[in-house]
């Protein structure tokens, strides 16, 4: 069974940092797209940020130059650092892939973890 376990979140000071994690657990031959959402109360889940097989990154305006997306291939793994923390970055965060080929070979779509809280507050 494949599935996505975020971990990394917290509580932080505005102005601080944290650095969340999602590791796929599973047999996957491919990985495509991950990525990064968020969700605070009263509000759509939105993307955050996104990264391809090959490391092109993409992100929401309201986080350029503060978050970053990484991911380790090898390890089947996303990050997601986050600086430079504000209180309207409280949300619960997602992880979520786009799309994995499984043995059969077979495709899976849309794999979401079950989401870490952030709170930036003082």
């Known amino acids: 069974q494949e599935q996505l376990v975020e971990s990394g979140g917290g509580l932080v000071q505005p102005g601080g940092s944290l650095r969340l994690s999602c590791a796929a657990s599973?047999?996957?031959?491919?990985?495509?797209?991950m990525r990064w959402y968020r969700q605070s109360p009263g509000k759509q889940r939105e993307l955050v940020a996104s990264?391809?097989?090959?490391?092109?990154?993409n992100y929401a305006d309201l986080v350029k130059g503060r978050f970053t997306i990484s991911r380790d291939n090898a390890k089947n793994a996303v990050y997601l650092q986050m600086d430079s923390l504000n209180p309207e970055d409280t949300a619960v965060y997602y992880c979520n892939v786009e799309r994995v080929m499984v043995p059969g070979p077979r495709y899976e779509y849309d794999i979401w973890g079950q989401g870490t809280q952030v709170t930036v507050s003082s």
């Open positions: 599973g047999t996957f031959l491919s990985i495509y797209a």
């Open positions: 990264i391809n097989p090959g490391g092109l990154t």
